[in-house]
Nanobody, 122 residues
Framework: QVQLVESGGGLVQAGGRLRLSCAASGRTFSAYAMGWFRQAPGKEHEFVAVISRGGRESYYGDSVKGRFTISRDNAKNTVYLQMNSLQPEDTAVYYC???????????????WGQGTQVTVSS
């Protein structure tokens, strides 16, 4: 079992930046690929980013490519999502997730956090 707790969400103006953190506890953090997803009101769950177990590979959704950066610190059991140049369309609840393999789909993950709200004002 892996427990995931996100933090760092909040209200920011368009063009601003936020850094989300996801702290993991339970089983060995480095054994899992870590992903970020988001869900805006009335919209489907959307893939944001994923990073491999060792941190060498990362992939991004088209809507955030070039603006968001995923990273991880296995010594601290934490994955991060640096979000720059935020836009109102980035407003959503952001979730981190842990899975055995790098995946861009929900079903690829076994464990999910409770989410953190990000609101970008125009």
């Amino acid at each position: 079992q892996v427990q995931l707790v996100e933090s760092g969400g909040g209200l920011v103006q368009a063009g601003g930046r936020l850094r989300l953190s996801c702290a993991a506890s339970g089983r060995t953090f480095s054994a899992y690929a870590m992903g970020w997803f988001r869900q805006a009101p009335g919209k489907e769950h959307e893939f944001v980013a994923v990073i491999s177990r060792g941190g060498r590979e990362s992939y991004y959704g088209d809507s955030v490519k070039g603006r968001f950066t995923i990273s991880r610190d296995n010594a601290k059991n934490t994955v991060y999502l640096q979000m720059n140049s935020l836009q109102p369309e980035d407003t959503a609840v952001y979730y981190c997730a842990a899975g055995q393999y790098v995946s861009v789909i929900n079903d690829g993950y076994n464990y999910w956090g409770q989410g953190t709200q990000v609101t970008v004002s125009s």
